[in-house]
């Protein structure tokens, strides 16, 4: 459709009810019709210019007419009357809903929804309450994907050529599963992650390597890239280790020295608990991304034969609870609006990313077109939530998980009705959204200072006090709620010894239903703090 | 079963009166409470007054946001399936198996040579992609068919599985874009609407709603 009948169109569908006439419509739908009347009304005369401007303006005039008589010929508009110098007035003769509908039945042209749209949340976005992933990119990219090593059969350029391709589509992470498919070829993997890394360096994303050290054959290899990944201080890499308590028991030795390698660089380590779940975890900027369980197992078998990899997540949004309570009040009905809205836009976006997938996501569809519609079978979107309060001192916790949890019913309550009203119309279409919390390094500077008390532990024994159970448990059933994933940091001095943290390690691992954790060790200016390790 | 109403508003009133009075509860693949009635046929005689009426009023609600009338009119017009969807009607109407245009090739020109026809039938339903019982995406939307009576275009769909609060008020609202646009290249009337639908149903959740609908005059 063309522009100006866009423009038209768009006019009488913001005033349904006027009349409009002719000079009017062009003022309204042509930009450059103000800058002739500038130059008509302006004091300095120029006949040339004015002739110019003249012609210009008839030239507006007949352009914007051709378009309305057309729309009138077609019955959307009518002229309802003709003026004094015989000036056409035009009406809309449909309903504006059906302005659509009528100026669809006359062509055949594809639907292609705007590029940018108007988000019914703004308002929250400069009250700081409210944080798009990647505004300016919001609809252009995805979050974040994972790739199964197994497809690339130990192939590592052809691994990173996807990465690299991938890259330009992605706003926050890559994530490799099975990497220890590749640990074998010990030498060539550091390079090639070293050269990933600088690539994802480059564009300011995070890559994940997932690796289950019970199948790694080659366990000198993966002690090897702990070591180039620490010591290089690779900021945009995160190796995610999938461990049982079983792992620790039969590898003490290896995981001494992986934790070494961590605690005296002063670098985080990821645990995730593969006991508690076979969904892999990514390590994004603002947070971390799992899948369904369910829905992972039923995409598990392809993954690696067929299928090259899935989008995890498409759009991100980030909200500070504490600015959000500050400002609105602790009102219920007005957080579960709030979402509400929220939800709305996520589906909009994800609409325009569906209808213009081919102009969007080039590259991810030309890697494998056939199974373009696999590769979003699992996608979702986030609500990441900022100083939630559950380590809040006075805070009642019991609000706040059920605040959540009602939340969390309404929107997939929202999400079904989505799918189901999308399938009934013939566009069989994915719309989740996952709830999960957002990284202090990623909103720092734009949401509120971290509002959280901090609980020191002195060792093993304070992982069995009453305030860690307490802790632990909250933390447990967010693990439930927020069902995009969730990570538990514990912080712990780099002097601790080896043994001693792979003692912890194996506590959480046997004891707590927590899916990830991550010990984040603190170097020498942090021993004033005059605890060994603290949970954060 | 038949419903005959002169306007699309009516009919799908009666019709979801009909299902939520007599329909039979079952939980459906996806564990959700639905509840059906068999064989439903609707007729709307003068759908072009009120053909978007349902979807203005099911806007109204903020429990859920209906697409745009384009994005719906477009399934049924665009010949290009976006690389997402398993499927689309567009694409099986104007380019059935990559190669075959059941609209502008066949429908068109034979209403035009003979407008009296009874062969204007088209079907969305692809044995090649569609037989597999593991394939959860496969249309609702089975058949059309096409008839000029008294310079009229009537037409009919036959629905295999048809979610009649939301799904059905879409599902007239495309077949009316699609009949449009053969009855602007075979220059005939607008005639009526009818949808046949095996398995008519509406699910638990959206009882509710539904009653709010029957309420209101």
Known sequence: MNKTEVAILNLFQKFPERELS???????????????????????????????????????????????????????????????????????????????????????????????ISVSFEGYEKEKILLRLDQDKWIERINSIILDARYFKKDLSKLRRFVEMCLPFVNDVIAISRCEEFLEQ?????????????????????????????????????????????????????????????????????????LEFYSKNNETIYFKNKSLTDTPYLVGKSGIYTFSETEWENVSDELGESLYGVACSQSTVMIDLERFFEKMGEREEIFIDFLNKIAGSLLEVNSIQRRRSEELFTNLIKLDRERIKHFFSLSKNYIRFWNYGWKKIDFNQEYLKELIRESKRQIDKFCIFEETIYKSCGMPTRFRIAFSSAFHNFIKDKFTAPSYTRVAVGGLNDLFSDKMKEIIGIKESLFRIFDGGDVMSFHCRNETSSAELLREVSFILNSCRINLFRLKFIGGREKSLNLRSYIK | MIIEEKSTLEAWKKSLKLVIENGVDFRDENSRICREFFNLGIVIKEPWDDITKPISILNKFREWKFPPLEEIASIMLSKKLAPEYSYSYGPRLFNFQGKINQIDNFIIPLLKNNPNSRRGTVVLWDHKEDVNPNKRDIPSLIMVDFKIRENRLNSSAVIRSNDLFFGWTANVYQLFVLSEYIRKETGCDRGLINTISFSAHVFEDQFEFIKKILKDK
């Open chain 1, 186 to 258: 010990s030498g060539q993997v550091s390079l090639m992650l070293s050269k990933m890394h600088s690539k994802c360096s480059d564009y300011d994303k995070k890559i994940s390597f997932c690796v289950d050290i019970s199948r790694s054959e080659n366990k000198e290899a993966l002690l090897k890239l702990i070591g180039e990944s620490v010591e290089n201080r690779w900021e945009h890499f995160t190796l995610v280790l999938e461990v049982s308590a079983k792992d620790i028991q039969e590898h003490p030795v290896l995981f001494e020295k992986i």
């Open chain 1, 22 to 116: 002719t000079s009017e419509i062009v003022k309204q739908v042509e930009p450059g019709f103000e800058k002739v009347n500038e130059l008509l009304n302006s004091p300095i005369k120029n006949k040339d210019m004015i002739k110019e401007a003249k012609l210009t303006k008839a030239k507006l005039h007949r352009k914007v007419l051709y378009y309305l008589n057309k729309l009138n010929y077609e019955g959307i508009i009518e002229v309802s009357r003709e003026g004094a110098k015989g000036e056409k007035f035009f009406m809309l003769s449909v309903s504006p809903e059906e302005i659509g509908f009528a100026s669809h039945i006359h062509r055949t042209s594809v639907y292609l929804p705007s590029k940018s």
